[in-house]
């Protein structure tokens, strides 16, 4: 296979469908002889923001001069996104010879009485083949579900496990209690081996902290951190935090989320817990790592007035509202919204409504059989009283009318799906209007 058919090949993984539990990916693995076995691993599962804590460690680790890999999900424009060495995407022909690799494998199994591996799987396959061949100092390690039965979950002995803030989301599989969801979470936690959690319910803290106890893993817990906003611009943020862990009196974000902030009390918790395991960091550079973040699709501007939002779930979108009633309290925004059918859109929607001085609400729907129907979205609109809806099915459409708000100079926001986002960026990015 060349790079094309290799992630047609990929992409098209799903069509095979998929079996809750380990046995696939234990066996894909232990024909490739077991890379994971040889590769030193930070493990993080959570609701939100797990992919901002794992990017913001990798910048941390690679500015010590640290062989980073980071393997975070979904992807925003092209699938080589999920897997990096130092915060770069791997290549093309690293991809294509692994899937090649790996693809053989695969069909020994299939002809063997196994089930395809998932895409999701073979993802995690090529991640640790790729890390094990590049000889990476430390490997981030983002699930991509729950985590009990994630396949990223074959790892033995991380250096520390840590849960991100934890809400309701793929309740379908991951149960409808917020307990059951953290015990789910808190299937990554390995015996012996540190575990750091942010939580908001005593609930989560229950949850974890009897796993913590059952495998004799060193928690460092906590549910309170405090910060101070020393100055913001519409690009960036510099701020003091500290909780009983650490303490920084300026820190630097390229960000204008404040969500961002719950992150790196995440990240910096963490780094304590590196540091207490041998790790050499300093304060200098784990600032100069921190300063150098970036995390596309969150809170980001694509256009000098169209901002994107990857949130999609409740979490996701009351901490969207926050930031926009106080970055844009007093400016009239528009509105372009999609979801997956699986997400609680009706909810989302309740949410959104309280964003301050909405002008026009765009509706539409990507190009997935996982779509919610527009017309399910302005329904539920209509419900909860919206006014000056705009439905529109065809995504290219739907996208094509907020960059013409935007070029006017009117206040666009995108959100409620990453695939919309990914969408967004990549018709901007072909257009060559995306710097």
């Not at 020994?108 to 590049?134: D, I, W």
């Not at 256009?303 to 844009?328: E, P, R, S």
């Amino acid at each position: 296979m060349n790079y094309n058919e290799a992630t047609k090949y990929i992409i098209n993984i799903s069509k095979f469908g998929s079996k809750l539990g380990l046995d696939n990916i234990k066996m894909l693995l232990k024909l490739l002889d077991n890379p994971q076995n040889n590769l030193k691993f930070i493990h993080v599962a959570g609701t939100n923001g797990k992919g901002s804590v794992c990017t913001m460690l990798s910048y941390i680790l690679c500015e010590h001069g640290y062989k980073t890999g980071l393997f975070t999900s979904p992807h925003l424009v092209e699938i080589n996104e999920r897997i990096k060495i130092n915060n770069t995407n791997i290549s093309n022909d690293d991809l294509t010879d692994i899937l090649n690799l790996i693809k053989e494998k695969i069909d020994y199994m299939v002809k063997s009485g196994f089930n395809h591996p998932t895409f999701f799987e073979v993802l995690t396959a090529v991640a640790f083949v790729y890390y094990k061949k590049k000889n990476v100092d430390y490997v981030i390690l983002e699930t991509g579900l729950g985590g009990r039965l994630d396949s990223t979950n074959v790892i033995q002995n991380p250096i520390v496990s840590i849960i991100t803030s934890i809400g309701f989301d793929h309740v379908a599989i991951l149960g409808n209690t917020i307990e059951e969801i953290a015990r789910e979470k808190a299937g990554i936690i390995k015996q012996g081996r540190p575990t750091v959690l942010y939580y908001n319910k005593k609930e989560i803290f229950d949850a974890i902290n009897v796993e913590c106890t059952n495998k004799e893993s060193k928690l460092y817990s906590y549910n309170d951190f405090n910060y101070s906003i020393l100055k913001r611009t519409k690009k960036n943020i510099d701020f003091s935090i500290n909780n009983k862990y650490y303490n920084y009196e300026e820190v630097f974000l390229n960000t204008i989320a404040n969500y961002q902030m719950i992150n790196v009390s995440i990240a910096l918790t963490a780094v304590e817990v590196l540091i207490d395991e041998g790790i050499n960091l300093n304060p200098q550079s784990i600032l100069k790592g921190l300063k150098k973040f970036k995390w596309p699709g969150r809170m980001e501007y694509v256009m000098d007035n169209m901002l994107v939002d990857g949130a999609h779930n409740t979490q996701g979108i009351i901490m969207f509202v926050n930031n926009i009633n106080t970055l844009y309290n007093n400016t009239e925004i528009n509105i372009l919204y999609a979801s997956l059918k699986d997400k609680p859109y009706n909810e989302m929607i309740s949410e959104l409504k309280k964003c301050n001085n909405i002008n026009k609400m765009i509706l539409t729907q990507i190009d997935s059989d996982r779509a919610t129907d527009v017309n399910l979205l302005k329904e539920s609109c209509e419900k909860l009283g919206y006014d000056n809806l705009c439905p529109i099915a065809n995504i290219d459409d739907a996208v094509n009318y907020a960059i013409q708000l935007s070029r006017e100079g009117r206040m666009v926001c995108c959100i409620g799906s990453l695939y919309l986002v990914g969408y967004i960026k990549s018709k901007i990015i072909k257009e060559d209007q995306y710097d």
